[in-house]
C-alpha cells in the first residue's frame, strides 16, 4: 500500500523560512495535500496540489512537487511563532480514491 | 458556515466498557470518514460513507468496531468492549462528495483505562 515519509521534527527561527519534506510510494496519487494540526485541535487543511502540477503559491505558502521522485515540499516563508503545529501530508491513492494515506507529521518549533 | 463537530471532545473510560463517538459533518457534505490518531502514529483510516452506506469498512479495526450513519448527516462510531490499545484520538472528517476535499473535526480523545 502506500507509504508517506516525512521528518518528525523542524525547528526554525522567527522570521526565517521553513521547508518541510515528505516523500512517497504511490506514483498513481492525483491529489497531494497539506494539513495543519495545533495542539488539542483537529486538522485544518492548509493546501493541496493536483499532480499535474509542479508548483503552488498561496500566500506565505509554497508547494513543490516533483513528481519523478515523489517528493512533496512545503515551504513556508517569513515563519511565525504561531506557525508552530505539526504538519501533516497526506496523499490519496489515485483517481478515484476516497481513502487518504497520511504521513506521521512533523512538528515545526519556531523559536522566537 | 460551521464546521465538522464531535463529541465528546474526550472520554475516558474503563476497559470493557462500550463508547459512542459522534460525528456532524458539514451540512450538505454527502462524504464522511473516520480516521484513528494514536500516539506517534500518522492517521490511520477506518472507514468512509457515501450517504447513509458504508461501501469501506476494511479499515475497522476489529470487529468491536462499528459505524453507522443515519439521514445522511450525523455518523456514529461505536467501540465495544474496549481495550486500552483503543486509546487514540478520533478524527472524522467530511466531503462534499466522496474523492473531494476532506475537512476535519476537533477530534475526540478516547483513554481507556
Known amino acids: 500500500g502506500e507509504d508517506v515519509e516525512q521528518s518528525l521534527f523542524l525547528s526554525v527561527r522567527e522570521g526565517d523560512s521553513s521547508v518541510i519534506n515528505c516523500t512517497y510510494t504511490d506514483s498513481s496519487s492525483t491529489y497531494l495535500y497539506w494539513y495543519k494540526q495545533e495542539p488539542g485541535a483537529g486538522l485544518q487543511l492548509l493546501t493541496y496540489?493536483?499532480?499535474?502540477?509542479d508548483m503552488k503559491q498561496d500566500q506565505r505558502l509554497t508547494v513543490l512537487l516533483n513528481k519523478k521522485d515523489k517528493h512533496l515540499s512545503l515551504r513556508i516563508a517569513d515563519t511565525q511563532t504561531g506557525d508552530s503545529a505539526i504538519y501533516f501530508c497526506a496523499v490519496d491513492s489515485g483517481a478515484g480514491s476516497y481513502q487518504l494515506t497520511f504521513g506521521k507529521g512533523t512538528k515545526l518549533s519556531v523559536i522566537p | 458556515g460551521a464546521g465538522v463537530s464531535q463529541s465528546p471532545s474526550n472520554k475516558v473510560t474503563e476497559k470493557g466498557k462500550d463508547v459512542e463517538l459522534r460525528c456532524d459533518p458539514i451540512?450538505?457534505?454527502?462524504?464522511l470518514y473516520w480516521y484513528r490518531q494514536s500516539l506517534g502514529q500518522g492517521l490511520e483510516f477506518l472507514i468512509y460513507?457515501?450517504?447513509?452506506?458504508?461501501?469501506?469498512k476494511s479499515g475497522l479495526p476489529s470487529d468491536r468496531f462499528s459505524a453507522e450513519r443515519t439521514g445522511g448527516s450525523v455518523s456514529t462510531l461505536t467501540i465495544q468492549r474496549t481495550q486500552q490499545e483503543d486509546s487514540a484520538v478520533y478524527l472524522c472528517a467530511s466531503s462534499f462528495k466522496v474523492r473531494d476535499t476532506q475537512y476535519f473535526g476537533p477530534g475526540t480523545r478516547l483513554t481507556v483505562l
Open positions: 451540512s450538505g457534505h454527502t462524504a
Open positions: 460513507f457515501q450517504g447513509n452506506s458504508a461501501p469501506d
Open positions: 496540489i493536483f499532480s499535474n502540477m
